[in-house]
């Protein structure tokens, strides 16, 4: 009986680019395995697409797939992602960024993506902590957290990327986990299909770093802390306030339909061309 | 028609640049307002929907640059123009260039530093960060302009240079040539010379983002046009994929150099009037070179010749030229609008026994012809 090669493979630098760098138990394959379902269901040719990112672990992910890939600056994927879309409007362009890199030095640059609604889906792996450095606090930290950088605890509070990418006007804003895949699977899907700029924030675990300094357990018990301390919209809705509390809400935040930056830069050109050829 | 060609114009510096890039076939602009290069921005802002291409002001310089690159990956020749403060910040995106060998154009107006220094006044203070800017080793390429017509011809020159070399280029306008207007004579278009963004013909499976030799580089595909490839600026393998093997990492620094310094003499510009009778010679560029041709004229009155030696590409520096040219004269003289950076080069390539004399000025003001021609008075 030959083994039967999932289909997920042809979208991979199967054969050149593995093993990845990725530590065992780490979230980041999952994230990237719903990307490719998620490019899968939209029918897009590989030529077509582009994945971009900055600098860290979630940031490796572009080596291991074979679109047109590139691992930027730290912090400065979506800017080089926006000059790729501005570029050429036909491609697919998608952005794969940790935790820091987005939301720490790239804080900037995420959201003016967002304020623009350039139409590029970014993908925020939270593990709440640097791993590729060795796990130093991030702006996802949770209070209280021990990381090599906070040996005392975390004293500053962290960012709710959702509310962030809400605030400052994306078109569409989802978190999901990577233990409830084929609700990240869609959510990746729709970001993918919406016009404008889209954020899935996806929640995963860093057994090695974050896990090990605040004895969370191993892979698995981090798999059942998603598990456990996440709920959705509709659970939201049927709790009672005091059984909320400190559970992480996963669900589609935001799903507006606005012109993207693209769209209405080309209108700019048309108008501006109208109005020079009548005032000649 | 935005660049009126064969036609004479009373126009900027920086408005040239702009006019330049159009020349050249810009289609991406990437950029964030600063003095004294905004006038680039703004202009280009006005003529670019106008020729359907893109123009985008970026949320700082670091986006600016970063964007460029991206955008050039995506097959659109791409051009940012900042100042000092703002080339600090692109030194980032400049040294990922200068490692995934993306054709970009920098313009840099240099104003006065350091920091935020004199934004409306002229300096020569960047041509080491030119140089030297970036963390860890690779040549660079950069062109200083002394008139207004250089502005235009120069920004293109950047261009075509970029897309042979496959490197960034970096234009170094000092405030006055940027801010200055002058009547400039437009060459017409079959006479100025674009080298078009380079495409391989090789089948998919052969191609290779970087050239194997030491030296050379290779046709870059862009995205979407169905090769596809890693870019990265970890070190690399020909195809763009991270390595750390010794042999590979070795060819790839070795053509980060060779691919320039293999090919200077496509590169070297330089200027010189009556350099070869004079003992006496000026080392001057940019804004300064104007002074000094004032100066060989009031010099000349007096009976005194004194020649110019004017470099117009300045990195990679001249080095050849400079020797050959200068090894041999009593005094060089080196008017700098800084405290003393081109000078060094002058005296590495020089021997003791001629007298490297500098002139600085760090004030925001120009070298004025008379400075020039007391400092020549003083020694000869």
Redesign the interface.
């Known amino acids: 009986m030959s083994a039967t090669i999932p289909y997920e493979y042809k979208y991979l630098r199967a054969k050149k680019r593995f093993p990845h760098v990725w530590c065992p138990g780490c979230g980041i394959g999952i994230v990237m395995g719903s990307i490719i379902r998620a490019v899968d269901a939209m029918g897009w040719e590989k030529d077509d697409i582009v994945m971009v990112s900055g600098i860290g672990c979630t940031s490796r992910m572009p080596v291991y797939v074979d679109f047109n890939t590139l691992h930027a600056t730290h912090g400065r994927g979506l800017a080089f992602g926006t000059g790729v879309k501005m570029a050429n409007p036909d491609l697919n362009v998608m952005a794969v960024l940790g935790d820091g890199d987005s939301l720490a030095i790239g804080g900037n640059h995420i959201i003016h993506a967002a304020r623009r609604n350039i139409d590029i889906t970014a993908v925020i792996v939270n593990n709440n902590n640097y791993g590729m450095t060795g796990g130093q606090f991030s702006p996802t930290t949770p209070l209280g957290a021990r990381t090599s950088t906070t040996p005392y605890g975390m004293i500053e509070p962290g960012f709710d990327v959702c509310r962030l990418m809400d605030g400052a006007g994306a078109s569409f804003v989802a978190r999901g986990t990577v233990y409830h895949v084929t609700e990240l699977d869609n959510m990746i899907l729709k970001a993918f299909k919406k016009k404008g700029f889209s954020v899935v924030e996806a929640l995963a675990p860093c057994p090695t770093n974050f896990g090990r300094a605040n004895r969370l357990g191993g892979p698995v018990e981090m798999m059942k802390l998603l598990k456990d301390n996440t709920i959705n919209l509709s659970q939201l809705k049927a709790m009672k306030p005091d059984q909320t509390e400190g559970k992480i809400v996963r669900g589609i935040f935001v799903d507006n339909d606005s012109i993207s930056y693209g769209d209405k830069y080309a209108a700019l050109c048309e108008n501006a061309r109208k109005a020079a050829e009548a005032g000649k | 028609m935005i660049v009126p060609w064969g036609e004479t114009r009373l126009v900027q510096g920086n408005e040239a640049v702009a006019l330049g890039a159009i020349a050249a076939g810009i289609?991406?602009f990437?950029g964030y307002p600063i003095t004294p290069s905004t006038e680039i921005a703004e202009l280009l802002a006005q003529y670019m929907?106008?020729l359907?291409k893109?123009w985008?002001q970026?949320?700082?310089e670091?986006?600016?640059v970063?964007?460029?690159?991206?955008?050039?990956?995506?097959?659109?020749k791409?051009m940012t123009a900042t100042s000092g403060p703002g080339f600090s910040l692109m030194q980032?995106?400049l040294g990922?260039a200068c490692m995934t060998e993306v054709p970009i154009v920098v313009v840099n107006v240099m104003r006065g530093g350091p920091s935020t220094g004199l934004p409306t006044q002229a300096a020569q203070g960047d041509v080491m960060q030119a140089r030297w800017g970036t963390h860890g080793d690779h040549p660079v390429i950069a062109l200083a302009p002394c008139d207004v017509r250089e502005c235009f011809e120069l920004t293109v020159r950047a261009f075509n240079l970029s897309e042979i070399f496959r490197t960034p280029v970096i234009l170094l306008p000092d405030e006055i040539i940027g801010h200055m207007r002058e009547r400039v004579v437009f060459p017409r278009k079959e006479d100025v010379h674009v080298v078009p963004m380079s495409v391989p013909d090789v089948p998919v499976e052969w191609y290779e983002h970087y050239h194997e030799s030491t030296s050379n580089v290779s046709p870059m595909a862009?995205?979407?046009?169905?090769y596809?490839?890693?870019?990265?600026?970890?070190m690399h393998d020909v195809h763009g994929?991270?390595t750390r093997k010794k042999d590979e990492v070795q060819a790839k620094m070795d053509r980060l150099k060779h691919k320039i310094t293999r090919r200077l003499d496509e590169l070297e510009d330089v200027r010189m009037h009556e350099v070869e009778e004079s003992s006496v010679v000026i080392f001057a560029y940019g804004s300064v070179y104007r002074s000094a041709l004032a100066a060989q004229a009031i010099l000349k009155k007096k009976r005194k010749t004194v020649g110019i030696f004017r470099p117009v590409t300045l990195w990679p520096f001249p080095d050849r030229t400079v020797k050959e040219m200068l090894d041999s004269k009593d005094v060089v003289l080196v008017p700098e609008l800084n405290q003393g950076q081109l000078i060094h080069e002058v005296e590495r390539m020089t021997r003791d026994s001629v007298r490297v004399v500098p002139l600085h000025r760090i004030d925001g003001y120009a070298i004025t012809p008379e400075e020039i021609v007391d400092a020549v008075l003083e020694v000869i």
């Open positions: 289609d991406f990437a929907p106008l359907d893109k985008i970026m949320e700082d670091i986006a600016s970063s964007a460029l690159i991206g955008g050039r990956l995506a097959g659109s791409s980032e995106g990922y862009s995205f979407g046009s169905g596809r490839y890693h870019v990265t600026g970890l994929f991270p």
